[in-house]
DNA sequence: CGCATATCAGTAGGACTGAAATCA
DNA sequence: CTGATTTCAGTCGTACTGATATGC
């Protein structure tokens, strides 16, 4: 009896539906992260690069919104894809508080990659389902955030 | 247009089950910390106790096992449990490295109304489902983890 | 000696807060 | 003056790593 402990919890712990979810939570978030940081990518980042090619030029404060990020963690999202120019960082003439940031070539390119691993870690994720279970999952998954309020900041 | 963003995400993020899932463990862990918050608890303090309660008078690598801790983060909640006498610490006379750990009943008073809290925070999060549909996401949370090695230290 | 225990210090990632400077 | 934008400097939670002192 060393370390064979199987990631124990309480027996009264094992029985939450918040437990559960908790601990698929990371595994899915492991898979991402683990896809996207091969590509050097967080998953702010992949946020980030996502909203900018939806939307196309933005200020940061609406990439923050369309991303889900906080603008504050949006600044140093940015200098680090700037760095790598996956975009572009410009002034606003017409506004001269804003920032215009604009994808790359190789921002898009990159994106492209991100896309597929990501959508490789959903299938690991799910692998241990069918079809028709999958489909549950995402349908009682919408359901609680339908009825929650979707918007976790209310609240 | 200030503040109405629906806690956006990229189109393509919003169809990710790893996304869906990131929202609803949040909202679960934000409905059970608000309510463990309120007796003063944190979940690992919560765990902690509930460990202790099943298992009996414990070391602190044991409970960090059984509560699925990490052994450094199993000496703070202790201390903490501690100075709110919810618990006994105690030298092992027969191993002197060990401390004993051992509920008080303050302790075990204090567990009964936690597990309360949280059976209460576990309606809320589910209360937009019917029986059946608990069943079903719950089995499919059951599936992934087994399937997944349950585990997540593996990999 | 190798191994376990408790402890402390520090890291890393994510989400968020508050304040400042700038400008519409 | 009000309000928006960017930025910086912290905070808080969680989880983990590494090193140390002690004892088996």
């Known amino acids: 009896m060393h370390s064979d402990a ?36 967080t998953g702010r980042q992949y946020r980030l690069l996502a909203a900018l090619a939806e939307a196309g030029p933005s200020s940061q404060a609406q990439l923050a919104d369309r991303a889900g990020l906080d603008r504050a963690d949006v600044v140093d999202a940015v200098t680090a894809l700037l760095r790598r120019e996956l975009l572009d960082r410009a002034g ?29 870690a959903q299938r690991d994720l799910l692998a241990p389902l069918d079809e028709g279970e999958r489909g549950q999952l995402d349908h009682l998954l919408d ?6 309020g979707d918007d976790l900041t209310e609240d």
């Open 92 to 120: 606003d003439p017409t506004d001269r508080r804003r920032n215009v940031i604009t994808s790359t070539d190789a921002g898009l390119t990159l994106l492209a990659r991100l896309d597929a691993e990501v959508a490789e």
């Open 143 to 148: 359901r609680l955030l339908l009825r929650h």
């Open 6 to 41: 199987p990631l124990g919890a309480p027996e009264r712990v094992r029985h939450l539906t918040s437990w559960r979810l908790g601990l698929v939570n990371r595994r899915a978030h492991d898979l991402v992260a683990a896809r996207l940081g091969a590509e050097g990518v």
